[in-house]
C-alpha cells in the first residue's frame, strides 16, 4: 500500500493556477466579432443560467443554448473551435507550475476544481496543469461538499487548500478544522472583492501570486501548515 503523505496540496484552477478571468476577457471579444454585441449578452446569458440550473459553468452548453437552426448554424462552430483550441498554456499564471513542483517536495499536489465533466477537464490538460500534477485531477460540482470523498480518495495527514475564494475556504475550514491550511491567492474578481469577502474570517495565509508558494517552507511548529 502506498504510504499516507504528511500533507496534500489541495490545488485549485480557475483564477488560482489558471488566468480564467483572461480567458473569459478573450471570449467576450471573440463572441461580440462573431454574433455582435447583442449575441455576446445572449450568450452570457444562458451561460448563467445554465451555471445556475445545474451548479457549475457550462462554456459549450452555453453554445448549445444559443443555436436557432437556420439563422445561426454556421456561426456557433466556430465559437466551439476556438473555445476547444483556445491556447490553454498562455494564460497559466507565471510561477505557478514551478509552484507545483516546489509543493511536491513537501507533499503531494492535487488539483481539485469545480466544473462542468466535459471542458473543465479539457482545460486543465489543455493548459499542462493534469500533467505537472501526474494526473490527479478531481472535478467536481461543488468541491467543499465532497470532502468524505477527497479524503478516501488522497488521504494525507494534513491538508493545504489553495483557493481564490474565501468563501470556500471557510467551508473547508469549518468542516475540517486544524486538518486543514487554507491559503488565500488574491487573483481574479471573486478574490478581489473585497465587500463580498469582509463577511469571512482570515484564511491561515494569503497570497498575492500563486509564484509566491514557490518559496514555501513548511513551519516546524505545525504539523502541516505554513
Known sequence: MNAVPDRVF??????????????QADLRHHLTNTLGAEGNQNYWQRYEDLRSRFGYADYLGAVQALRQPGRNDLLLPGISRFLLEYPFSDAVFDGALAAIEHLANWGRPVILSDGDAVYQPHKIRGAGLAEA???RVFIYVHKQHMLAQIERAQPARHYVMVDDKLALLTA????WGSRVTTIFV??????????????YPSPDLTLE???E???WQPARTAPGGL
Open 10 to 23: 489541495l490545488l485549485d484552477v480557475d483564477n488560482t493556477l489558471f488566468d480564467n478571468d483572461r480567458l
Open 133 to 135: 500534477v501526474d494526473e
Open 172 to 175: 473547508v475550514k469549518q468542516a
Open 186 to 199: 488574491r487573483q481574479g474578481h471573486y478574490a478581489l472583492d473585497s465587500a463580498g469577502n469582509a463577511r
Open 209 to 211: 501570486h500563486i509564484g
Open 213 to 215: 508558494l514557490a518559496q
